[in-house]
């Protein structure tokens, strides 16, 4: 696996950074991970590109340059897509792919078919955040650079608890500790704290969700009315699958919120019994054997009765 030193060579003058639509605190932390280790060390013309997300997320350094390029012409040396999938799914900054000189992806989605002309791609990881690391020079890491990275593997390891994480995740984050970084306090404002809104709006999902299949599945959906009513925007309903998975007996929670009339964004948790991945690359998602999502059309019941069929399947398939 080459080096992000080796990626760089020396006809390359300027790189855009894009992340995925949606950005989870992996995609933002990785994505100016990269960011600030490539401000430390060089002096390229350097942009990134980020849909809207959490403002927890705001400390790292250097986030008031997110979309700060506003020429639409622009044409880019390189272009490094990270923790994205899939192209379609490539957030704000998108267009400039097809005009980049060169492309690269860096990712840990097992659904990715590898889309740039290089690709970096590690679906043993458990975050976008371990995979750049990887790429990375140690020596060359600052404590901002640490900050982002170790905030990326906080948040899809779900703070090292998911099954994804291993000795090497562990050690990573170790060294990036040892940067000085005040890691404890990036998990309690990152992860763990929430808004008194987000909290009112976890609070109605988990009232109003519904368990299936004698309790291993349990499903709960949040409407644009709710969302308008309780304030909130698609980033601040992160968490919630996560919490629905925690019930008691529960192998798969599915989260649904709605987009648009008969669209809804679903996103998939498992613990061990189903590869979710599966059932969300079906409908043209993708994501991990134990976490994906997908954007389905019709009424809530349609959605979920499609979703459980090949839930079911995977259930009755383990049994045997």
């Excluded at 389905?296 to 399947?313: C, P």
Aim: aromatic fraction near 10%.
């Amino acid at each position: 696996m080459k080096k992000i030193d080796e990626i760089l060579t020396e006809d390359i003058r300027s790189i855009a950074i894009v992340g995925h639509m949606r950005p989870d605190g992996d995609c933002v932390g990785s994505c100016m991970g990269l960011y600030n280790y490539l401000k430390d060390n060089y002096s390229f013309d350097v942009d990134i590109y980020l849909d809207d997300f959490a403002s927890s997320l705001l400390f790292m350094r250097y986030s008031e340059q997110i979309n700060a390029n506003t020429d639409k012409t622009k044409a880019y040396d390189l272009f490094i897509a990270v923790d994205c999938s899939d192209r379609q799914r490539l957030g704000t900054g998108s267009e400039f792919f097809e005009t980049a000189g060169r492309t690269v992806c860096i990712d840990h989605h097992i659904s990715n078919q590898g889309y740039c002309e290089i690709n970096h791609l590690n679906a043993d990881a458990c975050a976008a955040g371990e995979v750049l690391y990887e790429l990375l020079e140690e020596d060359k890491i600052s404590k901002a650079t640490a900050e982002c990275l170790y905030t990326a593997i906080v948040h899809d390891s779900g703070v090292f608890q998911y099954s994804s994480v291993t000795p090497r995740t562990m050690e990573i984050a170790g060294k990036l500790m040892g940067k000085g970084i005040d890691f404890s306090n990036i998990v309690a404002k990152t992860f763990y704290e929430k808004s008194y809104n987000r909290n009112q709006v976890l609070g109605r999902a988990l009232l109003e969700s519904v368990r299936l299949m004698e309790g291993k599945c349990i499903f709960s959906v949040i409407s644009a009315a709710n969302m308008e009513f309780y304030r909130v925007k698609p980033k601040d309903l992160d968490g919630i699958v996560e919490s629905l998975r925690n019930t008691e007996g529960v192998e798969v929670a599915i989260f649904l919120y709605e987009t648009n009339a008969q669209e809804y964004k679903v996103s998939l948790r498992s613990k061990d019994a189903v590869d979710v991945s599966r059932v969300a690359s079906y409908y043209g998602g993708g994501g991990h054997i134990k976490a994906a999502g997908c954007t389905m059309h019709g009424s809530v019941y349609d959605v979920i009765n499609n979703l459980t069929k090949h839930i079911e399947r995977q259930l009755m398939e383990g049994s045997r």
